[in-house]
């Protein structure tokens, strides 16, 4: 019940990338470039959160193309890559968007999201994440990262927040 409570306040849902939006491998070509697999239903998630007003963001230790690309595609408008100080850019993104860290969900898997994840009011962990965050979290998704734990979370959220039937409708016809 704490957690369908945590999940109903979430005003901004933030996503790590490497073992979240996806399943956290790295697959480098010829030419030394990596390759990300995202999961569709995942971004469909992503997709139905914003069209209920849930806004979205993503926050990354790894700086990746694929990861600008793949937000361009989702609408994910607040994208922060590089560096494993989490912390500066949530901070930075609260006073933009004026909110609380309590107003806030994050997802991550490793120990560089614990700064964010000790602070959110809603903080998710993949089964597949360190034992350091599953620790910490208030809810720990049954599918692993990049294998529909982004899209079984903003189903909770939607459903904590009575949304979920309202924006299944418009598939239900």
Same mark, same amino acid.
Request: glycine fraction near 12%; hydrophobic fraction near 45%.
């Given at each position: 019940?704490?957690?369908?409570?945590?999940?109903?306040?979430?005003?901004?849902?933030?996503?790590?990338?490497?073992?979240?939006?996806?399943?956290?491998? +790295?697959?480098?070509?010829?030419?030394?470039?990596?390759?990300?697999?995202?999961?569709?239903?995942?971004?469909?998630?992503?997709?139905? +959160?914003? %069209?209920?007003?849930?806004?979205?963001?993503?926050?990354?230790?790894?700086?990746?193309?694929?990861?600008?690309?793949?937000?361009?595609?989702?609408?994910?408008?607040?994208?922060?890559?590089?560096?494993?100080?989490?912390?500066?850019?949530?901070?930075? +993104?609260?006073?933009?968007?004026?909110?609380?860290?309590?107003?806030?969900?994050?997802?991550?898997?490793?120990?560089?999201?614990?700064?964010?994840?000790?602070?959110?009011?809603?903080?998710?962990?993949?089964?597949?994440?360190?034992? %350091?965050?599953?620790?910490?979290?208030?809810?720990?998704?049954?599918?692993?990262?990049?294998?529909?734990?982004?899209? %079984?979370?903003? %189903?909770?959220?939607?459903?904590?927040?009575?949304?979920?039937?309202?924006?299944?409708?418009?598939?239900?016809?």
């Amino acid at each position: 019940m704490q957690n369908v409570q945590r999940a109903a306040g979430v005003r901004l849902m933030i996503f790590d990338v490497d073992g979240v939006l996806t399943d956290g491998s +790295l697959h480098y070509g010829a030419d030394g470039e990596a390759f990300k697999t995202f999961n569709v239903q995942d971004g469909l998630g992503i997709k139905l +959160l914003q %069209e209920a007003g849930i806004q979205t963001a993503i926050i990354s230790a790894r700086r990746s193309p694929q990861v600008t690309a793949r937000a361009r595609d989702l609408g994910i408008d607040h994208v922060h890559q590089g560096g494993h100080d989490k912390l500066t850019p949530f901070n930075a +993104l609260l006073a933009q968007l004026g909110l609380t860290a309590d107003q806030v969900g994050f997802i991550g898997d490793d120990v560089v999201d614990l700064p964010i994840l000790s602070r959110v009011g809603f903080a998710v962990a993949v089964p597949n994440g360190r034992q %350091e965050v599953l620790a910490r979290a208030h809810y720990i998704a049954a599918n692993h990262g990049g294998r529909g734990a982004v899209r %079984e979370v903003c %189903e909770f959220v939607l459903r904590a927040q009575g949304l979920y039937d309202k924006t299944m409708a418009q598939f239900l016809i």
